[in-house]
């Protein structure tokens, strides 16, 4: 799991090492918010863009951030919106028992593959 985009590369890296899926979860562009210097933003969007092929799903949480990483995206999988469609528009709490449930979901996934989860199973790993 890949949450945000300071995670992303290493969660690639972990998953092609341990030949496991990657899911990407991302709530903003990095890359797009100000107060970034344009270098920053360009290394920013390259390492998305680089690394968003190589999961095997991504979860963002509105429709906007899903366009805009389709956009982005060569050759990765289409972006969906965490939770469903009756979802009250900018509802916190809402938002919050999205992310809860898909986290859930992804947690009970990996573990079922039996992929090292805690800091002393990737260490022995």
């Known amino acids: 799991i890949g949450h945000e985009l300071p995670a992303l590369q290493a969660a690639v890296a972990l998953g092609q090492k341990w030949n496991a899926p990657v899911v990407y979860t991302v709530s903003s562009r990095y890359a797009d918010q100000p107060g970034y210097a344009p270098k920053q933003k360009k290394f920013m969007a390259e390492v998305e863009k680089g690394s968003l092929p190589f999961c095997s799903e991504i979860c963002a949480d509105t429709q906007a ?35 809860s449930e898909k ?23």
């Not at 996934?109 to 260490?123: C, H, N, R, Y």
């Open 65 to 99: 951030l899903a366009d805009v990483l389709l956009h982005r995206a060569d050759a990765a999988p289409s972006p969906r919106v965490l939770g469903s469609a009756e979802a009250a528009p900018g509802s916190d709490a809402d938002l919050q028992q999205r992310k």
């Open 103 to 125: 986290f859930l979901q992804i947690l009970n996934a990996v573990a079922a593959t039996g992929i090292p989860q805690s800091q002393t199973d990737i260490k022995t790993a």
